[in-house]
């Protein structure tokens, strides 16, 4: 329970900080707006493309990890689509940032921490394994149905078209196509640009907590309750039921079966209000999403490592 506390009440005073801001008027609406831009437009994209340029691929790519950990992370995005448009009646476009919140489980922040504390450093490299894809992956599935979301009533080759525009006039996609081709022809920034975009790295997630602390003020839960508790059941719960179903039908050694779980296990980071932003669609849920399940994931990772142990 320590650990986790550890991990994350910082995120939470973070968040208070910004929260504060606004509501004593030292930071305007208008200042968090441009907060949020720096960090989707700049910051997070250094932040990916550092991470996947500097990730050994060939040596922790490993398969049925893979599948085990996104074929979970894909169904909990749909049931999280669907969900939103059959029980709540929202329209497609709100329901695929809904289901974005579903599908993007804070790997990084919270689940690298959590693992390490609870397994040991030498588990970290499955983690790795994921992590190294994830942000490529849930982007690149979340701007595609997102895409076909707003231009469903065309052709198929306009809505083929509009996502490749999207794809690549997005500033995360483009800083994460950069890492690869930067890992694969193992490229090396400049060492001075690169102490730039360390420095810049170094402000992306505290930067993007600060920003989302202050939208919170002014996207209030009232009336969202509903998906709110949703997205909870099934990044919380049905996420981590999936992956540990299929890891257990692929036989992954355990190190593979603990990173995968407990990843999966984690709630929504930031990269859900960082998706709604984006498109300006399901805001007021991201937010409140990231801070509610933050706080309940104290107690259901505490039950899935008991359930690991």
Request: glycine content about 8%; overall charge neutral.
């Amino acid at each position: 329970m320590q650990a986790l506390l550890d991990v994350i009440v910082p995120v939470f005073v973070v968040m208070g900080f910004g929260y504060l801001a606004v509501w004593r008027g030292f930071f305007s609406n208008s200042d968090v707006e441009g907060l949020m831009k720096f960090t989707q437009n700049f910051a997070i994209p250094c932040l990916l493309f550092k991470a996947i340029a500097e990730t050994d691929l060939q040596n922790t790519f490993q398969a049925e990890l893979l599948a085990a950990f996104y074929s979970g992370a894909t169904i909990s995005f749909f049931a999280g689509i669907f969900g939103g448009r059959f029980l709540f009646a929202r329209d497609w476009e709100d329901c695929v940032a809904i289901g974005f919140c579903c599908l993007f489980s804070n790997s990084l922040m919270l689940g690298l921490a959590i693992t390490e504390r609870a397994y040991g450093p030498e588990v970290l490299a499955t983690n790795f394994v994921i992590v190294a894809l994830h942000a490529p992956f849930c982007y690149g599935l979340g701007i595609f149905a997102m895409e076909v979301a707003r231009n469903r009533n065309q052709r198929p080759s306009f809505i083929l078209k509009n996502v490749a525009l999207a794809m690549f006039r997005n500033a995360l996609v483009l800083g994460i196509l950069a890492g690869f081709v930067f890992n694969l022809c193992s490229l090396s920034l400049p060492n001075p640009i690169d102490d730039a975009v360390d420095m810049i790295v170094l402000v992306a997630l505290p930067t993007a907590l600060f920003g989302m602390g202050g939208v919170l003020y002014q996207y209030r839960p009232a009336g969202d309750i509903g998906p709110i508790i949703m997205v909870g059941i099934i990044s919380l719960l049905m996420h981590p039921i999936l992956v540990w179903t299929f890891g257990r039908a692929l036989a992954l050694d355990q190190n593979a079966f603990r990173s995968a779980v407990v990843t999966s296990a984690m709630a929504p980071g930031i990269n859900g209000f960082v998706f709604a932003s984006i498109y300006e669609r399901g805001r007021r849920v991201a937010a409140s999403v990231v801070l509610i399940c933050t706080a309940a994931s104290i107690f259901t990772v505490w039950g899935w490592l008991a359930l690991l142990a």
